[in-house]
Structure formats: structure tokens, C-alpha cells
């Protein structure tokens, strides 16, 4: 009897074996996952094995060719050489291919690093955004260790050319040395050394329960701990002054500036080969200083091609610089520093301006003014401009200028009076718009004031004036246009006439093999 039921429990456990072998064998079934470099390749298939299999697995969810892509793929697969053999596994997840395991695991963005903890998915721990493999490593140490482990030698971070954080506390075992070392965890990019070294009040006359920066020895900035200071408070004043007082954008520096918690940007965008750069950006260099953990101050060379789109985001174009805008990334709302003279008061009075909350936001579209249309000169704005300049029967000739540069207030007489000059030909219309306060979604080239002449065609054409600033001038040029203008239109209309009559002909043909086929 006994032996039998030893046969019938063998057999049970047979059965139930072969089910789960079947069942890893089922091409819907969890299997195990692909290894590429010591790095797990997940999917929707096999996630749930790796997490229950492995008692860390820390996963990037990426999209591929995106920006910090390539340099978190490097990074972990430096970082999974170092970690094989421990109890920590890498893996990745593509989001475009694994939406369905993305939305399961409530993972947004498009950057995601998430350590799981002894196969729960529910409660991640979020990883950093790591620069190398070295800072996973740090990362993953930090976080299994204590701010024991951060005690070192003041002389050793002296020496050091790389931003070293120091925390020097008079007790070990008190609140702000643990806020610290939470911060530390949070930026493993950087060094963070625990002393209680009494030489740093001699050296840099600090006093205890302070954190400093310091670099090649020279300090760079300090803060007191107070009771009330957050682990995020900490952290914001360590990555401000991580930075340069002025950052220039590049491919390199843009997730740093992105990832910044200091969410107001104040950027310059100037040609760095020009003759006045030197001079505007030393003023620039020197107002962010002051502005430091409140605004972030980024140079953007628009002689850089590489820089087009964001250009393109702010509709900067290369003739426009060197001007100044503010952004505040929490609303999106851009403010332009209404001025062409950029120097240290200029600036500080703009930056000071937005922080109070004076400064007016720069529109796409400034309000239609009440009665734009009744002067000898009509008044344009964003949204009546390309309404009024592309009129296939008007010839338009319209002066964007800044109402700040004396360049264009000096024209503002001459285009009254070439306004009345005209004011006979109901075929022509004299206007203006302040190319500051609106978006010119046009091409257009040279520096403003600008004067650009829209002739009376269907097509979208665009003269700019380069002849002298006189009245007698502009009529001249208005005339040759209107002319020219005239003989292309003549060849316009046949043209359109023309395929008119080719579209009728072809709808013809159709209509009467319907009828045949009818």
C-alpha cells in the first residue's frame, strides 16, 4: 500500500513537472530572456521570470535613438561586466516594442530607471539618470551602505580636480548628516566626503554643519544646514553650482540643463564669432552669478547648426541675435528682454522684472488693436499679418520693426509719409508690426528694422527693400514691383486659367464614362 502510494506521488510530481516545462515551452509562455553583454533583453514574455529569478534587477526602459540612449546602454553594459556574479542584474526594455508591459508596470517618460527589489513590481526604487557605469555602481553601493562610509581624509578631496561635496558636521549621528547622505544617493555622479576635520574652519572659515563645494581646493560656494533643510533643498544647491554660472548648450550639456531643478532659464542666443560677443557675454556672465538657484543662465551659439531646432523652438532666427529670452518650464511661457543694448544693468533690470512679476510674456500674437485698419499706416500683428501681406490683390509693403532700437523709430516718419504719398492707390497698403512682440512665421533675411514688399500675387513672395531710406526711393521701388508684379500676374492668371480648364475637361471625361458604363 505504501509503495503504491509512493508510485501514484512520483507520478504526481512527473505530471506536475512536465505542465511547468510545457508551459515554458508555449511560445506565450514566460520564458527566459536574452542575455546581449550581460545585459537581460526584456519583454512582456519574459519579465516576470527575471524578476522572480533575480533578487535586484535594475531596468532602463528606453527608446531607441533618443538622446541619453546610447550613453545609459553603455553605461550598463560597463556597470553588468562589473556586477556578474552578484546578486544585481541588468535589463532593458524597449517601450516602443513593450507598451503593454510599460503601462502595466505605470512606467511614463521617456527615460525610466527602475531597481526591483525581490520580485516586487509594485515598488520600485527610481535609479538616476547615470553619466557612466561607474555611477550605477556608486548608485547601487550607496544605497546598501551609510555615511560611514562617506569618511575621508580633507586633504585627499582637496586634491581632487573633479566637484567634491563635503560635509563637515560636528556629530556623526545628527539629522544633517543623514539628509546628506540622501542627497548622495540621489547624485552619484558626484564625490560626496563626510569630515570633521577642524582645519576646514581655518582653511576656508566655515563653521560646523555646513556643506561646501570645493574644486582643485578653491571653494566654490557653501551651505549652512539648517533644521528645516530637505534632502531636496540640498540637492538643487549642489547641482546649481555643479554647473558653470553660464552653460552653453550643446549635445552634451542639454540633459543637464533639462534635468536641472531650477525650472527658469534665461538664454543668450549670440553668434560666439562675432566682434561683440566677448563684450555681451562677459555681461551676461555677470549678472547670472547673482541669480544663482533662482534662474539658470544658457549661452546658445546660433552659428552652431547643431543648435536649429532649438532655435526653431524659440523662433530665434541667426540675423535676430544677440537677443535674451526667459523661460519658465513648469508653464512654458517665454519672456524677451525688450532691448538692443545687453549689458549688466539691462540684463539684471529684465531678470528682476520676471522674478517680480512685471515682465510681459512674448506672444505669438499680440491683440488686434482697435481700429488697425483706419490709419494711413495699418497696424499688423501676428494673426492678421499673413491675411493682409498674401491679399493676391494688393501690393503690401510692411515694416517690421523693434519699437526698443532707434534704427526703427528713426523710419517711423517716413513711413507716415509714404503712407500719405500713396493713399490714392486703394491697390496698396502701407502697414507695420513689431517684429518683438509677434511671431513672423515667414522667411525673411537681414537684421531688423526690415522692409519687405508683398506683390499683388497669388503666390507668396516676398521683396525686401535694401535701397536707401528715402521717400522719393521707396516710391521708386514700389512702382518697379507693382510693375514686374503686373506682368507676372498676367502669366499667373493664364496659368490658373489653364488648369482650371484641365481640371473641368478631366471631370467631363469621368462624368461621361460613367455614363457609358451606366
Known amino acids: 500500500m505504501a509503495a503504491m502510494r509512493r508510485a501514484l506521488l512520483l507520478a504526481a510530481t ?9 508551459a515554458d515551452a508555449q511560445p506565450g509562455g514566460d520564458k527566459s530572456p536574452p542575455d546581449k553583454d550581460g545585459v537581460l533583453q526584456l519583454e512582456k514574455g519574459n519579465f516576470r521570470r527575471s524578476l522572480k529569478k533575480h533578487k535586484q534587477l535594475l531596468v532602463y526602459f528606453y527608446t531607441p535613438l533618443s538622446g541619453d540612449s546610447q550613453r545609459i546602454m553603455t553605461a550598463f553594459k560597463g556597470a553588468a561586466a562589473e556586477l556578474q556574479g552578484s546578486e544585481v542584474k ?23 530607471i527602475k531597481l526591483y527589489l525581490s520580485g516586487d513590481k509594485h515598488n520600485p526604487v527610481d535609479c538616476p539618470a547615470p553619466q557612466s557605469s561607474a555611477s550605477i555602481l556608486t548608485w547601487l553601493m550607496r544605497r546598501e551602505g551609510s555615511a560611514a562610509d562617506l569618511i575621508a581624509d580633507l586633504s585627499q578631496s582637496e586634491a581632487s580636480g573633479e566637484l567634491t561635496a563635503i560635509g563637515f558636521f560636528k556629530e556623526l549621528n545628527n539629522t544633517y548628516v543623514q539628509v546628506f547622505y540622501a542627497a548622495a544617493i540621489d547624485l552619484p555622479d558626484i564625490n560626496f566626503v563626510v569630515t570633521e576635520d577642524d582645519d576646514v574652519i581655518n582653511k576656508y572659515g566655515l563653521t560646523h554643519d555646513v556643506v561646501f563645494l570645493l574644486k582643485k581646493s578653491k571653494l566654490i560656494q557653501a551651505y549652512k544646514m539648517m533644521p528645516q533643510t530637505s534632502k531636496e533643498e540640498l540637492i538643487i544647491f549642489i547641482t546649481v553650482y555643479q554647473m558653470d554660472p553660464v552653460t552653453e548648450y550643446t549635445g552634451e550639456t542639454a540633459t543637464q540643463i533639462l534635468a536641472s531643478p531650477v525650472l527658469s532659464h534665461a538664454l543668450l542666443f549670440v553668434n560666439k564669432s562675432s566682434a561683440e560677443f566677448t563684450e555681451i557675454y562677459s555681461a551676461f556672465k555677470g549678472v547670472a552669478e547673482s541669480f544663482r538657484l533662482r534662474i539658470l543662465f544658457v549661452m546658445v551659439n546660433v552659428d552652431e547648426p547643431r543648435n536649429g531646432r532649438l532655435m526653431e523652438y524659440f523662433r530665434v532666427r541667426t540675423f535676430e541675435a544677440p537677443l535674451i529670452r526667459l523661460v519658465n518650464l513648469t508653464t512654458h ?20 522684472s520676471y522674478l517680480n512679476g512685471t515682465a510681459k510674456p512674448k506672444m505669438q500674437s499680440e491683440p488686434i488693436p482697435e481700429g488697425w485698419d483706419q490709419q494711413p499706416v495699418k497696424q499688423l500683428v501676428g494673426m492678421t499679418l499673413e ?8 501690393t503690401v509693403f510692411v515694416l517690421f520693426y523693434l519699437p526698443y532700437t532707434q534704427e526703427s523709430i528713426v523710419l517711423f516718419p517716413l513711413w507716415e509719409g509714404l503712407a500719405e504719398a500713396v493713399k490714392a492707390r486703394e491697390d496698396v497698403v502701407i502697414a507695420r508690426i513689431d517684429a518683438s512682440a509677434n511671431d513672423i512665421n515667414m522667411s525673411m533675411q537681414g537684421s531688423y528694422p526690415s522692409l519687405c514688399l508683398f506683390p499683388a500675387l497669388h503666390a507668396e513672395r516676398v521683396v525686401v527693400y535694401s535701397g536707401k531710406r528715402k521717400l522719393k526711393d521707396l516710391i521708386k ?8 508684379a503686373k506682368k507676372d500676374r498676367v502669366k499667373e492668371d493664364e496659368d490658373r486659367r489653364k488648369y482650371i480648364e484641365a481640371v473641368k475637361s478631366e471631370e ?11
Open 90 to 112: 541588468l535589463g532593458v526594455v524597449d517601450v516602443t516594442k513593450e507598451k503593454d508591459l510599460a503601462k502595466e508596470l505605470n512606467v511614463t517618460g521617456l527615460l525610466a
Open 333 to 352: 511661457v517665454t519672456y524677451h528682454l525688450p532691448s538692443d543694448t545687453l549689458d549688466v544693468e539691462t540684463i539684471r533690470n529684465f531678470c528682476l
Open 14 to 22: 512527473a505530471v506536475c513537472l512536465f505542465a511547468f516545462v510545457a
Open 387 to 394: 491675411k493682409v501681406a498674401f491679399n493676391p490683390d494688393k
Open 477 to 484: 521701388f514700389l512702382d518697379k514691383e507693382m510693375e514686374k
Open 508 to 518: 467631363e471625361k469621368k462624368a461621361n464614362k460613367t455614363k457609358d458604363e451606366l
